[in-house]
């Protein structure tokens, strides 16, 4: 990420409150949105699930102008400060809106970052066969969420997590992790053909990726190896 992009997707958030500005900064830093980003096609309809303050939305939208972004989270008040960013840029929007029930549209590609943990791993599985139905043909999902390894940044990851969403602003059912397995299988069951991307870093979380790409007979995707 440029300092250039990283100054405007900061700006975005200077009329809100300092509370949330703080939070916004300190996802930004101990979450590697920019490699999520990486995965993203450059142009087309674009779903954020779970998009709260809308970060790598508006992320998304900064970096390349030809994506039409769309973030949806469950929480009003998070969709409010979302919009307060959207200075009439008109490849961006946000609305309120339940990952369990997608928007009656196709996508090219969507993204759910650090979300799934909090629904119950059945819902999870619905939420991916959902999005399988939703993406265009060689359309990808990027999902961003942990693995059980290594068990130290795990157990540091679980435990912050916890906090949240008892202490601090995340809302969920509880914490539902599933392992790699779990997850990749979840994929291949949605209709997917399932990519592992490691996210290593210094930081104490388990961080991984998974992309999940649309097979078009047709026409082989880009994320084929």
Request: with cysteine.
């Amino acid at each position: 990420m440029t300092d250039n992009i990283l100054r405007t997707l900061v700006a975005l958030y200077d009329p809100l409150p300092l509370s949330d500005r703080f939070f916004v900064r300190t996802r930004l830093f101990l979450s590697n949105l920019y490699q999520l980003e990486s995965y993203v096609p450059k142009e087309g309809r674009i779903l954020d699930i779970g998009c709260g303050h809308g970060l790598l939305s508006n992320l998304l939208a900064i970096t390349s102008p030809q994506r039409q972004v769309l973030g949806i989270d469950i929480d009003a008040k998070k969709i409010a400060a979302a919009q307060s960013t959207l200075n009439n840029r008109s490849n961006i929007q946000f609305k309120v809106g339940d990952a369990a029930v997608l928007p009656d549209t196709s996508f090219h590609a969507v993204t759910i970052a650090d979300v799934m943990y909090l629904i119950p791993p059945d819902i999870q599985r619905a939420i991916l066969t959902s999005i399988a139905c939703a993406l265009e043909p060689n359309g990808v999902l990027i999902w961003k969420t942990h693995s059980h390894r290594p068990q130290w940044k795990y157990t540091i990851t679980y435990a912050q997590e916890w906090l949240m969403t008892k202490l601090g602003p995340t809302k969920g059912a509880g914490i539902f992790f599933m392992d790699s397995e779990e997850s990749l299988q979840a994929i291949r069951n949605a209709g997917l053909d399932p990519t592992v991307v490691p996210m290593p870093s210094r930081r104490p979380y388990s961080d991984i990726l998974f992309l999940g790409c649309k097979s078009n007979k047709n026409s082989p995707s880009q994320y084929e190896s």
